[in-house]
């Protein structure tokens, strides 16, 4: 909370899948319904030409407001061809749609990933990567593209997981 004010809610995520001979097909809402209940400080901020400053006033303390949390819907396929498994999917925000795809390679404990998205800048980037798997342990390494920066230039990030199965 603090000076500002303080706020709860609620939220949901729902999702189904269909499993058929080796074919997947999935829809995922997340924050279905999600709202913030906050209790806040209403503050004006006006410019004084008189003394060439801000003047700030408080116009309400404990003032309700409640915030929408827009719904995020995901569609996702994937197959299983052998040692194959090819998937995509689309997700569908307030502001904007992604789309992704890849394919995963098992080699008896060692798996080979790659894949692209377009993001949210309307750029394709690029993603690969490889497991290894130890009996119940799984080892993870990535490399992806990205243009999440101010000047949307392509950056790149490496991600490392330790999986227990």
Do not use: C, M
Request: avoid cysteine; aromatic fraction near 10%.
């Amino acid at each position: 909370g603090g000076d500002g004010g303080s706020g709860s809610g609620f939220g949901s995520d729902v999702g189904a899948v269909v499993y058929w001979r080796n074919f997947e097909l999935g829809l995922g809402l997340n924050d279905l319904g999600s709202r913030i209940r906050w209790k806040t400080t209403v503050r004006q901020h006006v410019y004084d030409d008189s003394t060439n400053q801000f003047v700030t006033s408080t116009v309400e303390e404990n003032a309700r407001y409640t915030s929408r949390i827009p719904v995020t819907t995901t569609v996702n396929v994937a197959k299983r061809i052998g040692r194959t498994t090819l998937a995509a999917d689309v997700v569908e925000g307030e502001f904007n749609t992604t789309l992704h795809a890849g394919a995963e390679f098992w080699f008896g404990k060692l798996a080979l990933r790659g894949g692209t998205y377009r993001d949210q800048n309307q750029l394709w980037q690029a993603a690969g990567g490889a497991g290894v798997r130890f009996g119940r342990i799984g080892l993870d390494a990535a490399v992806a593209t990205n243009s999440r920066n101010i000047q949307r230039e392509r950056g790149a990030e490496l991600s490392a997981s330790l999986s227990l199965y």
